[in-house]
Structure formats: structure tokens, C-alpha cells
């Protein structure tokens, strides 16, 4: 059968008094749809890692993850396959539609019963993402964007490993809208980004170099 190694996920974050985990589903695509399998979901986990439930499920290969204590919302960015990376909003118990829903199509260019990739995920009963990119970006980390010269509380940043680009996206209207707004050219595949405050600096892992890359207002 098909693998892929890559197509994992792997992010963890704080949320509450729980952690938030993602987990790709390897290319085996129907296990995002199962709900017996942990495999293409996003995972809740308690503090003493004994109890441990899905909190979001349909995902490929969700990337980032990012939990807005500000806003109480809770983001990720997810890879499609060819097109079709995603920022989702990210809700309990709720469907992002993967392998049955994507904006993305095959490698290989054929129909797949098992995953038809049809383009809505509305009509299919799935949550639609707040934005998708196609062509695909290789979209990696997403993080807020702090005391640059945006105002704090809703603008964020979204890497990207394939367009070598850090974009900056603002939310409106209650998370119903997310529109790109920025964009900055790194040249350089960007897989993480984290704040330090008490530096009011961004760090970039950046492969290509590879390096850190340092972000701040002039």
C-alpha cells in the first residue's frame, strides 16, 4: 500500500490544562474518517497523559497548531496533496473532510473512490477551511504576530517551506473571514516560528541554510 513517512503531523501545544496533539495519517487515507484509529486527527491529551481523545478528525497532514488564548480559538495548517493546504479553525468534535473533502487533487491525477476530493466540504457535512492555498505553498507553522506593526489581537503569521515566504494573514468578523494581507520573501524554507517576548523577536528555523532567522520591527 501506499506510505509516507512525511505525511505525519506532529505538533503539540497547551490548551487549558490539556495538550493538543496532531497526527497525520501516513497516506493511509481512510484511517482520517475512522474513529477508532488516532491517525489523521487532532488528539487531546490530559496533563498526566492518561486519558486521550480525538478533539478534531479528516485531517492529511496538519502542520501547525496554534492555541490563541486571546481569542479562545485554536488554529492549524494543514498540507494538501497537490493544492489545497489549509488553515482550519479548529472545533470539538468537528470533521475537516479529509479524504472525502479537499481543494487539492491527486498526484497521480486519478479518481480514488476512497478519496474522491470533492470541493466543498459544506455539502459533504464537513467544516470548511478559513482559507486554502492551491497551488500548495507547503504551508508549515501558523503563530500570532505580536507588537510589530500590527495591533495584537488578530493578526498571524503562516510559514511556508515550499514558497520560502512568511505571510501575514488577519482575522475578521469572528474568525469568518481570514485574509492575507502581507507577505514577506525569506527565501528560505521556513518550518518553525516562535515568539520571545521579553525580546519582542520571532525566530525562523530555516532549512535550506540551514539557520535561525531573526524577525523584529525596525
Not at 487533487?105 to 482559507?131: I, M, N, R, V, W
Not at 503563530?143 to 512568511?166: H, P, T
Not at 481570514?178 to 514577506?184: P, R, S, T, V
Request: aromatic share 16%; charged share 30%; glycine share 8%.
Amino acid at each position: 500500500e501506499e506510505f509516507n513517512g512525511q505525511q505525519s503531523g506532529g505538533r503539540i501545544v497547551k490548551y487549558n490544562d490539556t495538550f493538543l496533539l496532531s497526527i497525520g495519517e501516513f497516506r493511509k487515507r481512510t484511517l482520517a474518517q475512522d474513529k477508532n484509529s488516532n491517525f489523521g486527527k487532532i488528539l487531546q491529551i490530559d496533563k498526566n497523559g492518561k486519558k486521550i481523545k480525538y478533539f478534531s478528525m479528516g485531517h492529511r497532514n496538519p502542520q501547525g497548531l496554534f492555541y490563541d488564548d486571546e481569542n479562545k480559538v485554536i488554529l492549524s495548517t494543514e498540507h494538501g496533496p497537490l493544492g489545497g493546504d489549509e488553515i482550519n479553525l479548529i472545533k470539538e468534535n468537528k470533521n475537516y473532510g479529509w479524504p472525502i473533502s479537499s481543494y487539492g487533487d491527486h498526484y497521480d491525477g486519478t479518481f480514488k473512490k476512497e478519496a474522491p476530493l470533492y470541493k466543498s466540504h459544506k455539502e459533504y457535512g464537513f467544516e470548511e477551511p478559513l482559507h486554502y492555498f492551491n497551488p500548495s505553498i507547503g504551508i508549515s507553522e501558523i503563530i500570532k504576530a505580536k507588537n510589530l506593526y500590527y495591533d495584537n489581537k488578530n493578526y498571524y503569521f503562516v510559514g511556508s517551506l515550499r514558497e520560502q515566504s512568511l505571510f501575514v494573514f488577519k482575522s475578521e468578523n469572528d474568525f469568518n473571514e481570514f485574509i492575507q494581507i502581507d507577505k514577506f520573501k525569506i527565501h528560505e524554507r521556513i518550518r518553525d516560528i516562535i515568539y520571545f517576548e521579553d525580546k519582542n523577536i520571532y525566530i525562523m528555523t530555516l532549512e535550506n541554510t540551514p539557520s535561525l532567522g531573526i524577525f523584529f520591527k525596525n
